[in-house]
C-alpha cells in the first residue's frame, strides 16, 4: 500500500534552514506529482509547493517562494522540503502528498498524506 | 487572489443529512475537491473533481457545484464522520492551491 513518511522536522531558530524528506512506497513514485502541504497549529491547511514527475516544474506559493525549494530524488524515492530563512510564522506540521494521476502540471488533489512532520520555528 | 469561503461550523443528528457548503466566484466553472481531517491524523481525500469518490470512501460522501457555490452532502450522518471538511480548487490564473477555511461537523 502507499506509504508516505516525513522526516526532519524539529525546533529552529528564525532564520535558520531545515530539510524535511518524504519517503515514498508503495506506487510508482517516478511517474507522480507531489506537494507539500502545511497546518500552522490550529489554523487550516495552507498548499505549498508542487514538483512534476520528472522534477522539471515546480510550483510555490507566495508566502515561501524564493525560500524554500521542492526536489525529488527518483532514484531514491524520496521528496525534499529545503526550507531557508525560517520565519516564526512557518510553524507548522508539514505533509507531504501524492498526486492522484499521473502526469498533473499542479492543478491535481492528493490521494495520499503522509503523518506529517512538525517544524517550530522560535527563538 | 481567489477565495473559498466556509462555515466554520456546521452540525446534524446522526442518521440526518449534514450539507457543506464551498462559496467562491464561479466556482462552477473550477473543479472543487474535498478533505475531511479528524484531529490529530492527516486529510483524507473524500470527493475529488467535483463528485467523484475515491476508493474505499463510502456513496454517503457526495458534491456537487454550480454558479458560485460547490456543496458536499454527507447523507445518512454517522458519529465517524466528525471531522473538519476543507474544499480547495485550482486557480489557474495563480497557479496556486486555494483550500477554503474549513468547517467542522458536530453529530449532535
Known amino acids: 500500500q502507499v506509504q508516505l513518511v516525513e522526516s526532519g522536522g524539529g525546533v529552529v531558530q528564525p532564520g535558520r534552514s531545515l530539510r524535511l524528506s518524504c519517503a515514498a512506497s508503495?506506487?510508482?513514485?517516478?511517474?507522480?506529482?507531489m506537494q507539500w502541504v502545511r497546518q500552522a497549529p490550529g489554523k487550516g491547511l495552507e498548499g505549498l509547493t508542487f514538483?512534476?514527475?520528472?522534477?522539471?516544474?515546480?510550483l510555490y506559493a507566495d508566502s515561501v517562494k524564493g525560500r524554500f525549494t521542492i526536489s525529488r530524488d527518483n532514484s531514491k524515492n524520496t521528496l525534499y522540503l529545503q526550507m531557508n530563512s525560517l520565519r516564526v510564522e512557518d510553524t507548522a506540521v508539514y505533509y507531504c502528498?501524492?498526486?492522484?494521476?499521473?502526469?498533473?502540471?499542479?492543478?491535481?488533489?492528493?490521494?495520499?498524506w503522509g503523518q506529517g512532520s512538525l517544524v517550530t520555528v522560535s527563538s | 487572489s481567489y477565495v473559498l469561503t466556509q462555515a466554520p461550523s456546521v452540525s446534524a443528528a446522526p442518521g440526518q443529512t449534514a450539507r457543506i457548503s464551498c462559496g467562491g466566484n464561479n466556482i462552477g466553472t473550477k473543479n472543487i475537491h474535498y478533505y475531511q481531517q479528524k484531529p490529530g491524523q492527516a486529510p483524507v481525500l473524500i470527493v475529488y473533481d467535483n463528485s467523484a469518490r475515491p476508493s474505499g470512501i463510502p456513496e454517503r460522501f457526495s458534491g456537487s457545484n454550480s454558479g458560485n457555490t460547490a456543496t458536499l452532502t454527507i447523507s445518512r450522518v454517522e458519529a465517524g464522520d466528525e471531522a473538519d471538511y476543507y474544499c480547495q480548487v485550482w486557480d489557474s490564473s495563480s497557479d496556486h492551491w486555494v483550500f477554503g477555511g474549513g468547517t467542522k461537523l458536530t453529530v449532535l
Open positions: 502528498a501524492k498526486d492522484i494521476n499521473r502526469g498533473c502540471s499542479g492543478d491535481c488533489p492528493v490521494d495520499y
Open positions: 514538483i512534476s514527475s520528472d522534477g522539471r516544474k515546480t
Open positions: 508503495g506506487f510508482t513514485f517516478s511517474r507522480y506529482g
